[in-house]
């Protein structure tokens, strides 16, 4: 690894003015779990993505690493590690698909280090992006090599160009529960619904989300769910210890004596964004959950287009979003 110089940022507004100076060659890092012990040591570089020289610290700043309900609402700053966020009573009680999906994130370790904002700006895990030799397209190359080459992990919807899976569990849950998140830069700070935060391939290859270079996560919030609301949250992995989802699925739903009101069901693991299954969601509406769940489930068949080596997991996201939402039904 290359030396770099760090900063310890003691406000947001300090951090935001670091990475002005500094240019794109400088980050934000929290607890490094992904920066500096995979980007970074892995040497992940190319044209699109410069290899940072300075690092500014978050986990300096005291207004950033906190939990609080505030009218009702769930608050939680970036910098807070993941395993307080697992742990939290206040997110167990009133947010429990956040919980649980803040508590598979890897290992205890790692949620004692990673934060919620680091979770849900991580880089991709795409093995030929991490691997030195392929200057793929997110790299600023010209070439996906997950179309050719191993692309058993890869995206089975809205892939074009690149076919990444976006890593984060808690944006799955996130995007369920209609969160949103406050991003201060040098004009100030202004609040994003995660439903405009994710970018994916189509729209910019070299991101996965809106963040601008010089711009800071500083907070999530979720608000109250309505009375009564169902939540699931399910995470299929290849190994048992700890591990990226092959398809995860969250779900926050309104149902009245079996009928489905309203409600959210999102995947992960199967596009480059968090992904919405709106067409499950409009087929379940007004509906009784337990005779429609199957065949709704089944419509997303028709969104898939598999690569070479991972049609299997076509069934998987069916499979496990009936589940995830019959699990709702029994919360
Ligand atoms: C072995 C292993 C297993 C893992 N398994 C999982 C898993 O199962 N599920 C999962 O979701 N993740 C997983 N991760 C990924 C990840 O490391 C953790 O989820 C962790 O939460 C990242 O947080 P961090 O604070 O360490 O991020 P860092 O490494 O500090 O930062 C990651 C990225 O986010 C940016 N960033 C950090 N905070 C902010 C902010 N406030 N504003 C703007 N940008 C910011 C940084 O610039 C950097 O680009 C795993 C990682 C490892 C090493
Ligand atoms: S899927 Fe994306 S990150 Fe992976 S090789 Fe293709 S372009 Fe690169």
């Not at 990475?19 to 607890?31: I, Y």
């Amino acid at each position: 690894m290359k030396s770099f110089e760090l900063y310890d940022a003691t406000t947001v507004e300090e951090a935001v003015g670091l990475l002005d100076q500094h240019g794109p060659t400088s980050k934000v890092v929290a607890g490094g779990t992904d920066l500096v012990t995979g980007i970074m040591k892995d040497w992940v570089q190319g044209p699109g993505m410069p290899y940072p020289d300075v690092l500014i610290d978050l986990t300096t700043i005291s207004e950033i690493n906190r939990i609080a309900v505030e009218d009702g609402a769930l608050r939680i700053g970036a910098a807070t590690p993941l395993a307080d966020i697992a742990e939290s009573a206040e997110v167990q009680a009133g947010w429990p698909v956040l919980s649980s999906a803040a508590h598979s994130v890897a290992s205890p370790l790692i949620r004692n280090f990673g934060t919620l904002g680091g979770n849900l700006n991580q880089r991709p895990r795409c093995w030929f992006l991490r691997g030195e030799h392929f200057p793929c397209y997110k790299k600023g190359g010209d070439f996906c090599f997950a179309v050719t080459g191993n692309n058993r992990m890869h995206a089975i919807i809205g892939g074009e160009l690149c076919y990444i899976v976006h890593p984060s569990d808690t944006a799955v849950a996130l995007l369920a529960l209609g969160a949103a998140t406050t991003i201060a830069g040098p004009a100030g700070r202004r609040e994003v619904a995660f439903d405009e935060y994710f970018v994916g391939p189509r729209e910019d290859v070299l991101r996965e989300n809106i963040l601008q270079h010089n711009e800071v996560m500083v907070d999530v919030k979720v608000p109250q769910p309505a009375a009564g609301a169902r939540m699931a949250w399910i995470k299929l992995k290849d190994r048992q210890v700890y591990d990226f989802a092959l398809t995860s699925v969250a779900v926050v739903a309104s149902v009245e004596n079996g009928v489905w009101q309203d409600g959210r069901i999102v995947l992960g693991g199967v596009a480059p964004t968090p992904w919405r299954a709106t067409m499950v969601e409009q087929a379940l509406a007004g509906k009784d959950v337990q005779s429609a769940v199957r065949s709704a489930s089944a419509l997303i068949r028709n969104e898939a287009r598999p690569l070479s080596l991972n049609a299997y997991k076509v069934d998987i996201a069916i499979g496990l979003t009936e589940r995830a939402v019959l699990q709702a039904m029994a919360a």
